[in-house]
């Protein structure tokens, strides 16, 4: 079985990226108007993100216009557990390993679908950006915020198989003895004086 280390380590890797993932999903700047052209100087910068979009104006005003959305992060609360070093579960070492392996699943699983999600956002950006027939003034680039979301995925990923590596591993009975741990007669009764 891994070590409390290794589950510990795990687990706050995959807490800092689900937090990260949250921040980069509550900012707006995923994508910011990018200044191209002959028209540097504008009076309004724009920022979408992914639940709202923005505009910031040359007088600090920041309008934005908000969408709902429902964020459900059960998997750390699976794999938290799981860990060796809490008591939930009870004093089952297999059972909380397997919790704690399930947990870090969830959140390997998670981390993999922001990062295409991340990805697919981006691809997305570059390809409205590269397109001759976009205007040159409704045209963005990379915010902030998917960076953050970007590398709150990779820790959730690291952490998740961290967590993941918590597998209980059977213990593998050699079909060959050791060395020097068997006789090869049979088994004598008497004792033999030398």
């Given amino acids: 079985m891994a070590n409390s280390g290794i589950q510990l380590l795990g687990f ?3 807490l800092i990226g689900i937090v990260g993932l949250i921040i980069g999903t509550i900012l707006p700047q995923w994508k910011m108007s990018a200044y191209i052209g002959d028209n540097i100087i504008t009076a309004v910068a724009m920022y979408q993100g992914l639940w709202m979009s923005c505009a ?8 934005c216009k908000i969408y709902d959305s429902i964020l459900q992060l059960d998997s750390l609360g699976v794999a938290c557990m799981g860990m060796k070093c809490t008591t939930c579960g009870g004093s089952d070492r297999l059972r909380k390993a397997r919790i704690a392996m399930t947990g870090g699943i969830i959140l390997l699983v ?4 922001a990062i295409v999600a991340c990805s697919w956002f981006a691809h997305n950006v570059i390809r409205a950006f590269y397109n001759p027939y976009t205007p040159v003034n409704t045209k963005f680039e990379f915010g902030a915020a998917i960076f953050i979301a970007w590398g709150g995925s990779l820790l959730d990923v690291l952490g998740g198989a961290m967590l993941a590596a918590s597998c209980p591993r059977k213990k ?4 060959y003895p ?9 088994p004598s009764s008497t004792k033999e004086y030398v």
Avoid: D, H, W
């Avoid at 910031?56 to 309008?63: D, K, R, V, Y």
């Avoid at 998670?110 to 679908?113: A, E, I, S």
């Avoid at 593998?172 to 079909?175: A, E, F, P």
């Fill in 110 to 113: 998670g981390g993999l679908c």
């Fill in 172 to 175: 593998q009975v050699s079909k």
């Fill in 12 to 14: 706050f890797l995959s």
């Fill in 178 to 186: 050791a060395i020097g741990s068997t006789r090869s007669g049979p």
């Fill in 56 to 63: 910031f104006q040359s007088t600090g005003q920041l309008q």
